[in-house]
Every structure is written in C-alpha cells, then in structure tokens.
C-alpha cells in the first residue's frame, strides 16, 4: 500500500472524474492521499473530499505565490479550519522565487507566521521552494523547525542540501521528478536519504513520472516513484512502499 503525501486532487483538473481517479490509484496500490489545498478555493475542496474519503487528508495552507493576498480573515479561517480531524499538516508554505507574484520579504513574512501557527498548533508543516533553497533553509532553522517537522515537497536540491534539512529534522519527499533521465542529483538523493525520513509524492496534476511524463498527472502514479526508487536503492517495491507509508503515518500522527 503507497501514500501520496502531496496530490491537488481539489483543482480543475480534476474537476470530472475524482472518483474514476481514486480507483485507477487503488489498482496501481495507491490507498491513502494527501490533498494539498494552497488558496481558498482548494482549501474548501480539499477539506470536502477528506470528509467524503476515508483514504483522503487534508493539508491547507497559504502558498507563497499568493503571499500577496495573505490577510488577518484569511489566517483566522485557515486556524479555524487547522482544528478539524482530518487535516495532518500545515501547507504548502515556503518561497518562490521563480514566478516572483510578491517581493521576497512579503514570501517571507507570510511563510514565517504559518509556521508560527503550525507551531501553535502542533502540526508539521510541508514546504515549496522554487529557486530559494538557501533562504528557505536559513528561515526554517531560525525557526527551530525540528520543533513540528515537515516535509521538503517534491525536493530538487542535491545531497548536500538533503543533508542540511534532514538536519534540521525534515523529511524528504520525492516525485515524478527522480524518474526523469537527467535528473542525476534527485536519484542520488534517492539512493541516499536514510529510509526512515524518505516519503513519495505525485503533486499531481504536476510532474507526471515516465512514462507519463508530459501528460495529466494522477495519485495512481506514485507508484512509478516507488517502482524508481526501488530499482535505484534495490530495495523492494514493497519496502519502499511500506516504509514510506509508515513513515507518512508518524509524521501525521495517524493511528
């Protein structure tokens, strides 16, 4: 059985055919996901379809590319909404550097005081970076972020900045991305992370692995992720997948 910590079932994509997409997910093993909600809009969906699904949990949270529109009724919703049973992280919070919609002290402020608010609230975070691997590090050790823990999302950084997150007590979370072919420094990292910190992801419907590459990305497709880091470790399938179950279940605190 694969988790998914990190899917966008809640978007347009997906509008048409949840349902056709959870089974096609439970044939390919895939038997729990986490919907990642970034704005309003996909928070609600995303809470909606953790109540609807067992296999389904909820992780909300302001996405820096928004950080613009980060406001105090925003932030006492999203609290009130952080409560609820079926929601096991705060996110996905971070920096982006790469679309640049807000300055990077705005990024900055906004990411900062979710992680306050994770604190507050004892849960784990999970984290976006995009071309601000340094500044995203340098924040979460000031924060003290071993405190609640979190995910590096669909990390891209090579060994040496897994080392220094995991350091900081976070986990790493690869997708479709360690299937590329010229995506050298993510299998290295594959083959390197310590099983215990290591989770798999989709992000769909972004990053479709091979041999999906370039198409709709889906939940199912963690399994290609699974089947890659396997062949890259050569550790089982099965391993890998239930380990990294495992490990998704501690960091949320899932019975």
Request: net charge negative; aromatic share 8%.
């Amino acid at each position: 059985m694969i988790f998914d910590t990190h899917t966008h079932l809640n978007v347009a994509q997906f509008s048409e055919d949840v349902p056709e997409t959870m089974a096609r997910a439970a044939e390919l093993g895939v038997t729990e996901m986490a919907v990642v909600g970034f704005d309003t809009p996909t928070i609600i969906k995303s809470l909606e379809l953790s109540t609807a699904h067992s296999s389904i949990y909820s992780i909300i949270g302001w996405h820096p590319t928004e950080a613009g529109a980060y406001t105090k009724e925003i932030e006492t919703d999203l609290q009130e909404k952080l409560v609820l049973p079926k929601v096991v992280a705060l996110g996905e919070i971070g920096l982006d550097y790469h679309w640049m919609e807000d300055p990077k002290e705005v990024q900055e402020r906004i990411f900062r005081r979710q992680i306050a608010i994770a604190r507050e609230m004892n849960l784990p975070i999970s984290i976006h970076t995009r071309e601000a691997m340094a500044d995203t590090y340098r924040i979460l050790k000031d924060e003290n972020v071993q405190e609640i823990g979190g995910i590096m999302h669909s990390f891209s950084g090579d060994t040496e900045w897994m080392k220094r997150f995991l350091d900081l007590g976070m986990h790493i979370s690869l997708s479709g991305v360690v299937t590329f072919k010229k995506a050298a420094e993510v299998q290295e990292v594959a083959k390197e992370v310590p099983l215990e910190r290591l989770l798999v992801e989709t992000d769909a419907p972004y990053l479709a692995p091979v041999p999906y590459r370039g198409k709709r990305n889906e939940p199912g497709y963690t399994r290609y992720v699974v089947e890659k880091i396997s062949e890259l470790r050569g550790d089982s399938l099965e391993v890998i997948a239930d380990t990294t179950r495992k490990n998704a279940h501690k960091l949320f605190r899932l019975k």
